[in-house]
């Protein structure tokens, strides 16, 4: 799916800022169609922002089902014969979407775009009133799931159930006849890339593609919607640097332009071969974090300030590598990891999916995981198509080499691998260019686990020494080395994706005190030892990269604190020891 972008051919026009904003407790403003009339007693909203604390109003931050927001667009004079598009980057977690009185799309799942065709519903040069309801409701049948009973949402994840536009708004222009889609898969061949190219059209005209490089000169051209450039003495896309081309797609008739959408292009591949994980054909060595988009006052808004900041402190530390853990993140921060060399492992939002463990800590009875009364079929095709939107929405980003369709689920049983194996079959027919896996939970553990099997890598989350083995280090330090010795014996990579110490920043001590900054940073030391001696693994990503905000427990004081940057990034001990280990000179 083709992000909008200005261009020759093509115009967007943004929709952030104020938008009108109420929220309906009682779910009766789609039968009182809400939509058809300025929002009454709205509240002012900024776009993008999780609604639930920009306000001081308990009740909208722990608001659960639809709210309400409404805004007015003029769609630009000089877009007469245009076709007009409605794309909302994200909407948490479903959302149906009015332009005046026409329902124009409907989506299920907060974290990837969708868009609507509404050339038929708007007049160039006149206003429209756009309404779009968002509901945050976790069921068995969303990604993440959860349950809502008595009008209280419970839920099975470790982060704030944050809700609204998260992600800009657009409306933007294209011609009659444009460019739908173009799919890029790259190879390298000693000094020589490849980039074959398929593009799909609507309406009539030629395809041509044109590559240039960083300098902006031609290095290749092609006629025809499918085919092969080759680059003679290619600049690779690589970890730490991320060198970019453009591959202009145009689409022709006769000589005129019709449409042209440019994309960027990094060469480079991406390889498993027995427990090397090769990038360029080199073997890669993932440092870096499991992160959250979460922030204080705009929660899981997307920020360009925060975001920049952030690969900032990722580049200070040394980190290659993040996570998208738990849910697709931003388009823009995967733009940003493609041109600043960063890798990225992207995440479903299936986190959550093991009620086995969650009876132990809500202290509660649950039916089994996958099961016709909890996640049934159904719920498999929503998570199935979750895959499809995540991999159409970023199969072109060259920071990207690793599909994780789901965080720690349930893995030890018949029913486990029965919803997981054709996830992980339709992930590889929908990307044959990169692996794919699931992250693993320590009760899981090798010999147990029967998910891992069905991955290309194995991803691991451990917490020795922090649930497991509390306050002791030297038994940790044992237990880890024993499990990851056997997890070796498996032929794959293993990557760590998981590994850290809730600690309050500021608190520290002489002895080995869990929630001390020491002990986070002994801690990350410890797994540190371990992981050098064991071959196999070639990743860790430290959980996590900054404190983040959670449902209320007894176990987290105002949210999550395993962040080595508090969660207004100051740094915390264990920011200056990673950046000993993976800047050694500095
Ligand atoms: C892991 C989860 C992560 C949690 C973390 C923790 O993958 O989302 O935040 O544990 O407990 O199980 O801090």
């Known amino acids: 799916m083709l992000r909008p972008q200005d261009g020759p051919t093509r115009e967007r026009k943004s929709l952030n800022g104020m938008w009108r904003f109420r929220l309906d407790p009682d779910g009766v403003g789609r039968e009182q169609e809400w939509f058809r009339t300025p929002l009454a007693q709205a509240r002012d909203m900024p776009v993008p922002a999780s609604y639930n604390d920009v306000l001081a109003d308990a009740t909208v931050r722990d608001h659960v089902g639809d709210a309400w927001y409404q805004t007015t667009v003029r769609v630009p004079r000089g877009w007469a014969g245009e076709r007009v598009v409605l794309r909302f980057d994200s909407a948490t977690h479903r959302a149906v979407v009015w332009v005046d009185d026409v329902e124009v799309v409907r989506h299920e799942g907060g974290y990837t775009p969708f868009e609507a065709d509404v050339t038929a519903h708007v007049r160039p040069g006149e206003e429209s009133r756009v309404t779009v309801v968002v509901d945050n ?12 009973e008595d009008g209280r949402q419970t839920y099975f994840h470790d982060f704030f159930n944050y809700a609204g536009l998260h992600r800009s708004v657009w409306l933007y222009s294209t011609p009659a006849a444009h460019v739908s889609d173009v799919t890029v898969v790259t190879g390298l061949d000693g000094g020589t890339g490849t980039v074959d190219h398929r593009v799909e059209t609507v309406g009539a005209g030629d395809v041509r593609v044109v590559l240039t490089d960083a300098a902006g000169r031609e290095v290749a051209r092609d006629e025809g919607s499918t085919g092969r450039l080759v680059v003679e003495d290619v600049h690779p896309w690589r970890p730490g640097e991320g060198y970019l081309y453009d591959l202009r797609v145009e689409l022709t008739r006769e000589a005129e332009v019709v449409d042209s959408y440019t994309l960027p292009v990094g060469v480079r591949t991406v390889e498993v071969r027995g427990t090397q994980f090769l990038v360029n054909g080199e073997p890669f060595r993932f440092t870096g974090f499991g992160k959250h988009e979460d922030a204080l006052f705009r929660g899981k808004a997307h920020d360009d300030v925060l975001m920049v900041h952030d690969f900032a402190l990722m580049e200070w530390t040394g980190a290659n590598s993040l996570r998208t853990s738990h849910y697709p993140y931003a388009e823009e921060v995967l733009d940003h990891a493609d041109r600043h060399g960063i890798v990225v492992i992207d995440e479903t939002a299936a986190v959550g999916q093991n009620l086995g463990l969650m009876a132990g800590i809500l202290r509660r009875q649950f039916p089994p995981t996958f099961s016709p009364d909890t996640i049934d079929d159904a719920a498999r095709e929503v998570h199935a198509q979750a895959i499809r939107e995540l ?41 044959p260019t990169r692996p794919v896996g699931t992250v693993n939970m320590a009760f899981s553990p090798y010999g147990r686990d029967r998910l891992q099997a069905l991955g290309d890598v194995v991803m691991l989350n451990r917490y020795y020494g922090w649930y497991l083995h509390t306050g002791d280090l030297a038994a940790a330090e044992q237990a880890l080395q024993a499990e990851l010795e056997q997890w070796a014996t498996e032929g794959k990579p293993v990557l760590v994706t998981e590994y850290g110490a809730d600690t309050l920043a500021g608190l520290h001590s002489l002895t080995a005190e869990p929630w001390s900054e020491e002990y986070q940073a002994d801690l990350l030391d410890t797994y540190h030892r371990v992981f050098d001696r064991v071959e196999a693994v070639v990743g860790e990503q430290v959980w996590n990269f900054a404190d983040f905000a959670t449902a209320p427990s007894v176990g987290r004081v105002a949210g999550n604190r395993k962040g080595v940057f508090t969660r207004d990034r100051r740094p915390k001990a264990a920011a200056f020891a990673l950046r000993r280990r993976w800047r050694p000179l500095g």
Do not use: C, M
Request: net charge negative; hydrophobic share 45%; charged share 20%.
């Open 137 to 148: 409701r976790l069921t068995w049948h969303s990604l993440p799931p959860g349950i809502v």
């Open 391 to 431: 991999v159409a929405r970023d199969k072109n980003h060259p920071s990207v080499v690793l599909w994780s369709i789901a965080n720690e689920p349930e893995s030890d049983t018949d029913a486990a691998v029965a919803y997981f194996q054709p996830l992980v079959a339709l992930t590889r027919e929908l990307d």
